[in-house]
């Protein structure tokens, strides 16, 4: 990995000029809504977006149709998340006629697609901006162009990125925050379109990354999640992923979280951390992808089945409770019935809390685009479908086997189908929901575990005496 260039301070200091200019303006948008679509690091980046908007003078509108300026950040990693976007977008183009001033933003990683931008600018001359993942940082600029020059504005650079720091930002709460640790892929997994939209593997100096959790520990975050798409190949300033966790845990932020982690990166170090670091969670999301060495190959994940089974074995050897969960791709091209079994038994063996399963998806300018793929889609809808079923059966055994514990949980939110409860995440990742209100939201509550449901517990709230 080559050391990247840093958008200058210079570069920073002119966008900060164009949120001045925009705030002042009379005719300007006066409120917006982001759509985010996609993972982590797009939520994170739609932070950056919300606060970049507001410098600008903008409030959040929570009704959509509502909003002077609509963003939509969009995510390509699989067709259909290509196809809601695109829907999304030509709706949009009706609310526009009965709103001529609506400001319709669209960026992320499907504009960042090769020939996307200039089909989105053909096609869809309504849409006031499009911007790709590289220069998201230049959104005041591109804001003021479009008011002023009161024209379409495309702009998807080519260069591959460089580490963006001191962007403005709003997060979406202040107990539990993203850090971006790392930009961008190298691995080239050859399903996978994210190396092409995110660009090559960069990452923040560790320096820089102790600080963000530093300032967010005394603005009152409780817990962090460490952000990138291979995290085990992080390498800022010369310091690997184990040794900046060792940093960030000395900050004493009750709680560490992390992904992704790419199986063929996991040092030993790094399982050693699980037995060592107070406030690293005993959860893991370490994608597998397939159980069948000959797919692996193939989708040059660069590890074997036995290898995964290994290090599921000596991750749970250092921390018996460990939650891991995964990422599966069924029916990628030529998947054999047989290689699929060994999916499933591969899925018998590890015994995930959870996984997320995806039925293959070509993804243009990918390697697996090329290869040839015979399996009926109607084939891998039946493979998938006994995959859910299996994993259902697994994860409810999971959360069965928690019934009676006593776990400590950060109140995320109020829950949304159960009236009056409230929901929050164990050590391990489980989703507990208990009776209580908005009050408790960003606290740590005990609870005893009651009951489990399909995808989470049910709990009831001990109250310890003073
Ligand atoms: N960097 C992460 C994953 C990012 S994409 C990692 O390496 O694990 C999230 C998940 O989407 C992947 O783990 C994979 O399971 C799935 N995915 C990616 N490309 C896909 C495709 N073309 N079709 C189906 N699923 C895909
Ligand atoms: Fe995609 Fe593989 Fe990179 Fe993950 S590691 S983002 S699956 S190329
Ligand atoms: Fe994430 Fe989708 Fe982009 S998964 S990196 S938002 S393609």
């Not at 009161?150 to 080519?158: A, K, Y």
């Not at 997060?171 to 961008?184: L, P, T």
């Not at 817990?223 to 798409?229: A, F, K, R, T």
Request: hydrophobic share 35%; net charge neutral; charged share 25%.
């Amino acid at each position: 990995m080559k050391d990247r260039p840093i958008v200058s301070m210079e570069e920073m200091e002119r966008q900060r000029e164009y949120m001045r200019l925009v705030r002042a303006m009379g005719h300007r948008p006066h409120s917006y809504h982001i759509v985010s679509m996609g993972c982590q690091m797009n939520e994170r980046d739609s932070e950056s977006i919300a606060g970049m908007l507001s410098e600008m003078g903008m409030v959040a509108q929570p009704v959509r149709e509502q909003a002077d300026l609509i963003l939509y950040n969009t995510c390509c990693v699989r067709e259909n998340a290509e196809n809601k976007a695109l829907g999304n977008v030509i709706w949009l183009k009706e609310l526009k006629k009965t709103r001529p001033e609506l400001m319709i933003c669209v960026g992320g990683c499907m504009t960042q697609e090769k020939d996307m931008a200039a089909m989105m600018k053909a096609r869809y001359p309504f849409i006031d901006l499009v911007y790709g993942t590289h220069n998201l940082y230049k959104l005041p600029e591109y804001v003021y162009r479009v008011l002023t020059e009161r024209r379409p504005v495309v702009e998807v650079m080519d260069i591959d990125g460089e580490v963006v720091e001191g962007m403005p930002e709003l997060r979406r709460n202040h107990f539990n925050a993203f850090v971006n640790i790392m930009y961008g892929c190298d691995n080239f997994c050859t399903y996978c379109i994210v190396p092409y939209v995110r660009g090559r593997e960069r990452s923040r100096e560790p320096g820089a990354v102790v600080e963000e959790c530093k300032r967010l520990r005394d603005e009152g975050a409780q817990e962090i999640m460490l952000l990138g798409q291979n995290v085990n190949s992080y390498r800022g300033g010369g310091a690997a992923f184990a040794d900046l966790l060792y940093q960030v845990d000395r900050l004493g932020i009750p709680r560490i979280r992390f992904m992704t982690s790419h199986p063929k990166d996991l040092s030993d170090e790094l399982i050693a951390a699980f037995g060592e670091l107070e406030h690293l969670m005993p959860q893991l999301h370490l994608p597998v992808q397939s159980g069948s060495n000959e797919v692996l190959k193939r989708m040059n994940r660069r590890y074997t089945r036995e290898h995964y089974l290994d290090l599921v074995k000596r991750l749970r050897a250092v921390k018996p409770e460990i939650g891991l969960t995964s990422d599966i791709i069924v029916g990628f091209p030529g998947e054999t019935l047989e290689q699929f079994e060994e999916t499933m038994s591969l899925v018998e063996a590890v015994r995930f809390d959870a996984a997320y399963t995806f039925i293959y998806s070509p993804r243009k300018g990918t390697r697996a685009a090329e290869y040839p793929d015979d399996t009926p889609y109607e084939v891998k809808s039946e493979r998938i479908q006994r995959l859910i079923d299996l994993q259902q059966a697994i994860s409810l055994e999971a959360l069965t086997a928690q019934v009676g514990r006593r776990e400590r949980v950060l109140v995320e939110a109020v829950s949304t189908r159960d009236a009056g409860s409230v929901g929050g995440k164990t050590p391990r990742g489980h989703m507990v929901n208990f009776p209580g209100d908005a009050s408790l939201i960003g606290h740590f509550v005990d609870a005893e575990i009651t009951s489990a449901g399909r995808n989470t517990l049910r709990g009831r709230r001990i109250i310890t005496e003073a």
